[in-house]
């Protein structure tokens, strides 16, 4: 037993490994320019980051954002998480019943933007005259339909929420959990104010018979639903008007009742360095030229000075079927007790058959 | 010595104890931070949907164990002991699972098995979506894991033991019930228990193909990420680690009865050609590795097509990254960055620590709480491990909380969530390693360090490599716990590829996917390169 590696190797072997990690630590940190950076943490969808921040930075010379995205609800735990060294400037595009939870925790700095007379009254936080969020634009339930698939099972168009509980599509429907998704709860917290509390239960326990499966995630029904697993999924407009014009056999539904509500916000981190100019951002935030940036997407917008155009795809109505008032605080007031509820009704339905 | 082992039960404390502390502890805290004693725990129990996900997890978590025991066993066999055409190819298909990011088979199983699946009829009208898809899923994400521990259990063995049964006229199947079986015991139980919690914590497969049927870890989703209910997540964080604590009790139990080896005077066997044998475990082998190779294809195909299921024509553009975010290439440089690191920190700071708890002498005690510790983080779900890296590294009277937001932070984190694995590799190589080399050492009144250098590292080339090729690839398609912390310079592609999914764009997502599977493949083409000319300098006493 001879012949081992020679020292000479050995040592060559741990200097290649030692200057390999040396490089690789020594390539990191950027360099900094004079302009002020502003950590905007953001659920906004991807696609929108450039054009927002070309527009802001455009019209703020000196400021650059930096973008921190993820889906809303990892977004918020990280926000949540992070409060006692909070490192985001300020929040633009969250949900607003995310922002709530954020401002019970003392976490938000309250602030009137430039033009905030022109926001509607239902994007504002009307609690006291100086708000710690304001909305930008609002997403809305919806029903996704996949045409294709719905004529192989001979399936009609559901019209309304009631509509869904029709025998014909037991086992057709998937929807999201309310606990994981804010999509889920804002449905749920749609049909106690829309059927009353006694009447929201008992349209959901109908409803339960036809729901498949409860999914961890507002906008996966929806894309389930644009390939062609199920025929019927209960989520919001965005990623439904994004399958038809990828080409996916999808119809967007808003159901005639009314339809549950959330909107997208902005909200300055109490305790950031940079509060000039984060007031910027949420200044721009709520301008007319924002909003027109925020119609590329969505119909509802916050200003009442912006005339909104309905984008390529979009289901009309969304506006009128939207339930107003939307009882936000009261609801998220609610919102553990109605979870509780709904978990014991139908949160272990799935049990291994 | 001492001060080697104290040093890393610091490193452990840090980078694993502290961080859960600081979260778990939340679970015996109201919303306000005040001590409330089990009061979370009474609340979480009264819920009847409770118990039903802790018998799902049981139920999915052994059955998985069971199937995906049986596969790794009988490939790590043919590998190892057979004389089977392709074992070069086999073991690097093996690896498949490994390399591609969650995303990919939750997406070819749907695409292969789901309501439009191209083979649905083969589950005679069961659902994928439910307790069969995600054993399904699991088995196909674990079965590495328990291959790179079995491999490396079954690869050494002492010839003269099967030519004194041979000599003996044992027949085959008694020598290996009383020879191989109990050879690598250590390896199996291991393996299997490296298995059972991996399953029972993972939340990748249940989320994307379990539907509604609820796991535990899906419970800690719904809780955390759904209601940022931190401490209902910690209480569930809390019975996650069950497992582990099961785990280490058995693997002291095992540890006592286990033997080296390879001692001094072994001979290392080497298997013969058996022609029928070796016939039969080349179908088996060809059927695992057929089924993973046709969830890699569908996978690429899944980046390929057009719109699934609607327009099959093939296309490239979803490869175009540029196209599909802000971040173009970035994130892919960063996850390269970062899983080099991994690799290279890692694998110095695991092997040296499983030496130190292995082979040193005395501080018995000190040993067995490392060895412990090493167990914890297979249990840990990423999402409670990444959050709690924000409440202990983001503190503000926390003297490192400035890596946090760095791509440190990243690297510390992705080894201490892949350490389990890796530790228990170099446990079993080391194992194997007969401990009369450090008395012989001591007895010549050579260093421990120089033995270490001279005579364990040169032997265990090959489980180091390993090592280091496993933290790689995992550090680049992780995701559950780094996405708490990567910020906007550390952006990596494994998050990328979720958020572009989660966007409603699948076949980009796909596209992203496949790119890190070609990024580990190479690497791992590469490794075996190496490998080969290691084996040829360093283990030639295997061959006689």
Redesign the interface.
Known sequence: ?N???SRRH?ALMGLA?LG??AI??A??A?TLADDVVL?VYTAL???Q??IY?EAFEKANPGINI??????T??I???L???K??R?ADIVWGLAATSMM?LDKEGMLESYRPAGFDQIKDDFKDLRSGWPTWVGMDAWASAICFNT?EAEKLGLPKPTSWKDLTNPVYKDQIVMP?????GTGFLTVSAWLQLFGDKGGWSYMTALHDNV??????G?KPC?AV?????PIGISFAY?GV??IN????VEVILPTEGIGWDMEATAIMKGTKQLTAAQKLADFAASADANKLYNASYQVLARKDVAATLPANYPADEDKLMISPNNFYEMADR??AI??EW??SF??????K | MRCCLLLLGLYLTVTLVLPLYTLLAKSLQNKDGHFVGFANFARYFADPAMLQSFANTVHVSAIGTIITLLLAFLYAYALTRTCMAGRGFFRAVALIPLLAPSLLPGLALVYLFGNQGIFKSLLFGHEIYGPIGIVMGEVFFAFPHALIILVTALSVADGRLYEAAESLRARPARIFLTVTLPGCRYGLVSASLVIFTLIFTDFGVPKVIGGSYNVLATDVYRQVIGQFNFQMGAVVGLLLLLPAVLSFAADRIMQRKQVALLSARAVPLQPKPRPLTDRVFFCLAAAVAGFLLLVLGMALFGSLVKLWPYNLSLTLKWYDFARAGTDGWGPYFNSLRMAALVAAIGTAIIFGGAYLVEKSRGAGRLRAILHLLAMIPLAVPGIVLGLSYIFFFNAPDNPLNFIYGTMTVLVVNTICHFYTVSHLTAITALKQVDAEFESVAASLKVPLYRTFWRVTVPVCLPAILDISVYLFVNAMTTVSAVVFLYSAETKLMSINAINTDDAGNTAAACAMGMTIVATSAALKGLHSLILRRVERRTQAWRKR
């Open positions: 037993m012949n081992w590696i050995t490994v390999t990690a690789l630590f390539s990191a950027p950590k969808e991807e696609e980051l450039p921040k930096e973008w921190q995205r993820d889906s609800g990892v918020s735990a990280r949540l998480a992070e006692d060294n490192q939870v294709v959990n309310p606990g994981s998704s498949k499966t409860y999914l961890h995630s906008s894309k644009g390939a062609g697993e199920y990623p994004k399958l990828d080409g996916a056999p919102r553990q979870l509780d978990q014991r949160g272990s339905k799935d049990a291994p």
